[in-house]
């Protein structure tokens, strides 16, 4: 991956997903990023003065990659609110676990007080394409609605978690698996 007098800062960036995709957040480097994209490690400091900069442009790039596989699985099976979210949650775990980005990166415990509108913008569309259609999907129950989210999170994250520490090997196992709890969940909170 080398650098040739584009948009640098998209570059690095790049880079930087990279290196979260091969080793998660402890992966990201400043200088491994300038070095990858061919520019001196003090390139990049103009357009990330410090280091939580740059982990703030890369989490917000996992983001809207992540919303954009999300919602293009979501929107692919039609009208079912269920369905969708059950199809959301099986592209997250692909996407997590292939890509090491997720909600460990999103939400990284070194971007806690962080308050970028970029970031949180990002964030906040995962979490709707989930919301919305969960309100949905409860009968326009907002608090049980709301209730989906952290129980997706914790559903998808965990699948995948369990897929890059070995325990599912198989990735469309753990997708599969995610993607089964959240409709039981949900078919569940439809019949009560």
């Given amino acids: 991956m080398g650098y040739h007098h584009g948009d ?17 957040l402890p992966a990201l480097s400043v200088a491994e990023a300038a070095r990858r994209t061919g520019v001196s490690a003090a390139a990049p400091y103009r357009h990330f003065p410090c280091r939580q900069d740059f982990v703030v442009a890369v ?62 913008d990002a964030a906040r569309s995962i979490s709707d394409i989930v919301l919305l259609r969960a309100i949905d999907a409860t009968g326009g129950d907002n608090r049980a609605g709301v209730g989906v989210v952290p129980q997706f999170m914790a559903v998808a994250h965990g699948a995948a978690s369990m897929h890059l520490v070995g325990i599912f090997s198989d990735l469309d196992a753990a997708a599969g698996l995610a993607a089964k709890t959240m409709r039981s969940l949900l078919r569940g909170a439809q019949a009560s």
Avoid: Q
């Fill in 59 to 120: 989490a917000a790039k996992a983001a809207r990659d992540l919303e954009a596989a999300m919602r293009e699985a979501a929107d692919a099976v039609g009208d079912d609110p269920v369905e969708a979210i059950a199809a959301a949650a099986a592209a997250y775990v692909r996407f997590a676990a292939t890509r090491r980005t997720g909600f460990d990166v999103i939400y990284s415990p070194e971007l806690r007080g962080v308050h970028v509108d970029e970031l949180r």
């Fill in 8 to 24: 640098l800062r998209a570059a690095l960036v790049e880079a930087g997903t990279a290196l979260v995709a091969e080793g998660g």
